[in-house]
């Protein structure tokens, strides 16, 4: 198993106060991991922000329980991984009511910003959860 250089976790309710929990994490890991270059560090924390956004102002909750956000972020030599799951949640692919027009030329563009940003973009349901997976391999040199 590659070696983990640096890593975060963060679960707490789906609101604005934990995209600023996320970003802090995210500050003081590139402490922790001084070597990954700045613009993987600039767009990895662009994905993973935009990922956790997405969680807040879009996630129904499933039930009677809150929409919860979490976040596990990993750092090894070739790769940078961030699992960003919705606890609680209804499936974001769940048929929908018809979007206007306007509705249309917002949604998904949060989604094309995050694949523009990364190597890899999975989506994973399991139970009342939601993780998409994030993955960039940084650049050397």
Same mark, same amino acid.
């Given at each position: ?8 976790s ?13 970003h ?12 990954? *270059? /700045?613009?993987d *560090? ?21 039930? *009677? ?10 750092? *090894? ?15 974001p ?10 509705? /249309? ?37």
């Amino acid at each position: 198993m590659t070696e983990v250089l640096a890593s975060r976790s963060f679960r707490g309710p789906a609101a604005d106060e934990a995209i600023e929990a996320v970003h802090n994490d995210l500050d003081s890991l590139w402490l922790d991991a001084p070597f990954v *270059q /700045d613009i993987d *560090q600039m767009t990895f924390t662009t994905a993973v922000i935009e990922s956790a956004s997405n969680i807040v102002q879009h996630a129904e909750p499933a039930g *009677q329980e809150p929409v919860e956000l979490g976040m596990d972020i990993i750092v *090894q030599p070739a790769l940078l991984q961030a699992r960003v799951s919705a606890y609680h949640a209804k499936s974001p692919y769940e048929p929908m009511e018809p979007a206007t027009q306007s509705e /249309d030329a917002e949604s998904g563009r949060g989604l094309a910003l995050i694949q523009a940003l990364v190597t890899t973009l999975t989506f994973e349901r399991q139970d009342s959860t939601n993780t998409w997976v994030l993955t960039r391999s940084p650049q050397h040199g």
